[in-house]
């Protein structure tokens, strides 16, 4: 157990933590150069391409120095906001972790987030200066920042370079020396952390854990303590880089449970695994039953598709218990289902991934948080869906999701980031200088502002360079109400949405603008209006088409006039009927980016 | 009765609004010619036993053709082919190929109708549409026609061209009623992929009309036929009674026709095939005796659109008898169903039990065609 040092990686999107991890692979003789490919742990095709970490991932390595064997286990940890809780409980299954930095970068608001969750959990914090290769790199620059942000001491700053391999051999040295093996006592009673969960269609859900205490043998029946079901443990063993089966799991390694659990919802992040006949007096602390925030319609564009959608998300469920679904109706948009996200590039990384994964192509509606509203009676009822809000006379109040955002940008922009953030009901908490022009500022918003159009303003004002974080915090009293969108009078389900009473008149008047773009002419007038239970608030006419330049039909070339009408027709059928007016798919899309 | 259609793609210059095949290369006219004679010849059996009754030189430019080369074509067509008494032989030409000594030979061949291609009576909108002639031409060439005894001719006009006002529309049509010919073809401009309207439309150089100039442009033609006893007999050709154009006409009727030439389309019934437009390809695939064309076999539900996009644009309309007898009573039904709120907002109307387009639908009858096509699923 002294040998064994777990530790994982904290850096931001593209600061080289997936090309370090490589070279640390390489360098253990854990990946033979002939299963070498660029980026061994992000295995989901979207992980490579975006260079983004979706899925938590685990690897074993080996080491040898002075005749003595190290067992490492690097803990891959998603880098994105959407996932932090499944962040914290990797985290929580670690000694050390080390902070990535790009040298020519800096620090970035995410990267601050994640690993004040790492000192939280007592980690032993080993900064690198990543890209050091790089001529743009700014050494002193970047180190002043890690020195002002964690206390070390500058000499413990690690020089490297995942792509020339720079340093790598002195970040295997610190790992051995500095992360403190697992603690933990192995004549307790079993007890094991589930730091995330993975789908295989031969073996059920496979479970990812870190013992605790005690150990784990195969055939010994164990109990998720969260969910209270008790299962056998048909196997378990660590995860090099395909899974090895071991006859047990002792005190601090990390491996794999394998118990033939069918649905991924059994298996929670961050529940704790213990023996049936000799359980542990208490379950790991940090456990949360993640619920969804960020809810939209999923449907088929073909609606003959309904139940290879279905099928296709339940799918997607077994690797990814966070996503819910049930199924719903619209009078525009035919059968789907409301799906319930982390956030928003959940919902974004979904709807990618039942496009390339399952070739299903769906119309995402508006999204909207999760709302809970007080009735009269004093019940709280959670309302995901705006159609599913109850009717005025029963509301005594509702509540909204409130975030804790974190910014960090250069000092020249900050002033028109406080203004968006202020703009979008935010409430300033603090404002840090970090080092040199670097600003952090931490402001109180409503989860639901940063639904529409919030990410695309940032990137515009800061030109890219802010970084965003948040985390949820509570719920609070607000104004809201239902904005409707009307096409010749009829309401359009599928573009109405629950929002802030103030916001409501802008977005209002921008959907029908947007809208006036987006539906073809046809041969009526068609009014879009925006709307507030009866009271009209926007307006907008697309005119009836008075004349089609008719295309000749001459010199016997009839083919071709054919195929053109048949494609406009074919284009026509593609389009969604609301009451008399054709509604194309991207209509529904393209009010999420309003300007 | 079936129809040939001989393309001659030679043009001096591109007109900026024109897509048909054409090119500049009039040298290889000799080699040209010689195909389309072999082509005649190779494609005897496309037509079958029917008798010819049309024969139509289009362009590119005919007018290009000496009277030596018209000769041989036609001397060709008479050899292998089984042509009517007093056929309706089209010759298509421009203004100024049209002088005075080319029209006297003209009027020594059979051929007995002229399509002339004036296009506007003003020399600036004619310069825009990089044609060669000017007014004093235009004018001449018609009345140097008649006086060399052709008595069925037909004039072509644009409009809807940006900036062509409603008093240089109305001047185009006086200029033509004041010719005395005896059919008129006027095209809405159409902005087409690869012509140089197109781009400069594109680049923002060129605005096109507004709708509402550009419908009061049709309406205004609309009632100049009908004063003058032109009758539109589809969208946009208009004839004196018995001066309809019988070649343009086998199109929208379902009629055989046999297209000789680069970019020519023939059409059986069952089949559509068109010859590449390419010079080079036709040439040398013809004198290797290869075929040449790409082919179509017309599935009944592209029958169907065939029949409702020309149909519709006749003055007789779709009749719903046609469509019951070929297609059933399914595809009827089908058609009167989806037809329902066209007749009810007046923009179809039934007659002798067919559908015709009033003249509000005319305007929009794009949208309208397109919306009672058949495409994939629904023809089962």
Redesign the interface.
Known sequence: MENIRNFCIIAHIDHGKSTLADRLLQETNTVSERDRQEQVLDDMELERERGITIKSHAIQMDHERDGKKYVLNLIDTPGHVDFSYEVSRSIAACEGALLIIDATQGIQAQTISNLYLAIEHDLEIIPILNKMDLASAMPDEVKDQIVDLIGCDRDDIIEASGKTGMGVGLILEAIMDRVPAPKGDPKEPFQALIFDSVFNSFRGIIAYIKVMNGEVRKGDLVKFVNTGKEYNADEVGVLRLTQEARPVLRTGDVGYLISGIKTSKEVKVGDTITNVKNPCKTAIDGFEDVKPMVFAGIYPIDPEDYEDLRASIEKLQLNDASLTFEPESSAALGFGFRCGFLGLLHMEIVQERLDREFDMDVITTVPNVSFNVITKKGDLVEVHNPSGLPTETMIDYIEEPYIHAQIISRADYIGQIMKLCIDKRGELKTQVYLTGNRVEVTFNMPLSEIVFDFYDKLKSISKGYASFDYYRTDFKRATLCKLDILLNGESVDALSSLMHTSNAYEIGRKMCIKLKELIPRQ?FDIAIQAAIGSKIIARETVKA???????????????R??KL??K???G??RMRQVGNVEVPQKAFLAVLKLD | MSGI?I?IPFCRQRCHYCD?YSTTQIKRKPELILALLSELEQRKDWIGEETIRTIYF?GGTPSLLSIDEINQILDSIYLNYNVVENPEITFEANPDDLTEKQLRLLSETRINRLSIGIQSFFNDDLQLMNRRHDREQAINSVKMAQEFGFKNISVDLIF?LPNLSIERWNENLKIVESLNVQHLSA????YEKGTVFEIKRKKGEITPIM??A??MQ?KTLIAWAKQNNFIQYE??NFGKESFFSQH?SN??NQKK?L?IGPS????NIDT?L?NPSNLSMYINGIMKKQAVYEK?ILSES?KY??LL??AL?TKRGLNLAQVEAQFGNRVKHHLLHNSQKFVE?K?LYLKDNALVLSDEG??????I???L?L??EEID
């Open positions: 041969q088409v008075r004349k089609d330049v008719t295309a000749k039909c001459y010199g016997g070339d009839i083919t006039k054919r009408l048949e406009q027709k074919k026509k059928k | 259609y393309h048909f289009g809807g095209y809405h401009l159409t709708e509402e550009s419908i049709f969208i946009s343009n199109y929208w026709y297209g020519a389309h023939s059409y559509r068109w179509e592209d659109n065939e996009i020309t644009r907002s923009k005319v305007f929009v009858s794009d949208a065609m397109a919306e096509m495409v994939e």
